[in-house]
């Protein structure tokens, strides 16, 4: 090994002292060590260099406060008294900056299994637009059961407990991601007016617990919080303001904290098949 070794020198040396603009008389051990430092110095460089590269990739280098746009269009089909369908199509953004956007549309099922249990389910996809890195494409199934706390004609409350299984695409490179997503969300709403059952006031806190936390996504939710003001015009329609918080993770190591400041449209069509 240590002959191995010696060899090797001696070829570098040999390289560099008959290529090298030095004098004959130089020690050629000492050649061989500035030669050996230059070398190191020059994959020192590289490796900074692609680092650094990894790092610029992340559109998020630094602790942020972002300010965002969601708007929600739902249709909501009645087919009976236990069971009824949701459309929704929805679109995100940053104001400013603009660079991270988001498309989606999600259908999912409810059925009501008692006056305290929902049982849902459904499949979202969702397509990110990113500036600074791959686009990326998401399938997502999931599954969710509801337990109503409070159901009354002014107020109601429900515990949803949800999972999801994420499939995930980079458009670029082609690189697949899976994840299992655990969200736990309280959300209801109250009737402002006794004698105007129109009006009412929305609120949500949900959690969200990533189980393999392997997708490369730019915001990575942690917790949101929200309340609004919401006014059912008849029969058919239906809108809502919300003003959320959301506080995520993002950057390379997920070591910077992202604070959302979240203003939400949503208009609801309520198709009745029970008439």
């Given at each position: ?187 209801g709403s109250v009737k402002c007016f006794k004698n105007d ?55 390379p190591q997920d070591q910077y904290k992202v604070s959302d ?15």
């Amino acid at each position: 090994m240590e002959e191995n070794q010696s060899l090797t020198d001696q070829n570098i040396y040999r390289i560099f002292y008959n290529f090298a603009p030095l004098k004959r008389d130089i020690n050629p051990f000492i050649v061989m060590i500035i030669f050996k430092k230059l070398l190191l110095s020059i994959c020192f460089v590289l490796f900074a260099a692609t680092l650094s590269y990894s790092q610029e990739k992340s559109p998020v280098n630094k602790d942020v406060v972002n300010q965002q746009l969601w708007m929600d269009f739902y249709i909501k089909v009645q087919k009976n008294d236990r069971f009824n369908y949701l459309f929704d199509f929805g679109y995100e953004t940053i104001f400013l900056d603009n660079y991270w956007n988001k498309i989606y549309h999600e259908t999912s099922v409810n059925y009501q299994l008692s006056n305290r249990f929902d049982l849902k389910g459904g499949v979202a996809f969702y397509y990110h637009f990113n500036q600074d890195i791959d686009n990326r494409f998401e399938l997502r199934p999931w599954q969710a059961i509801v337990y109503k706390v409070v159901k009354r004609e002014r107020i109601n409350i429900g515990i949803q407990t949800k999972i999801e299984q994420r499939l995930s695409w980079l458009m670029d490179n082609k690189t697949y991601n899976y994840d299992f997503r655990l969200r736990m969300k309280v959300a209801g709403s109250v009737k402002c007016f006794k004698n105007d059952l129109d009006w009412y006031v929305p609120f949500v806190a949900e959690y969200f617990y990533p189980i393999k936390d392997n997708i490369p996504e730019v915001f990575h939710n942690v917790a949101k919080i929200g309340v609004g003001i919401g006014k059912k015009f008849n029969d058919r329609w239906n809108g809502s303001f919300m003003a959320n918080w959301q506080y995520s993770r993002s950057g390379p190591q997920d070591q910077y904290k992202v604070s959302d400041f979240a203003y939400q449209f949503q208009v609801t069509r309520l198709i009745d098949k029970r008439k």
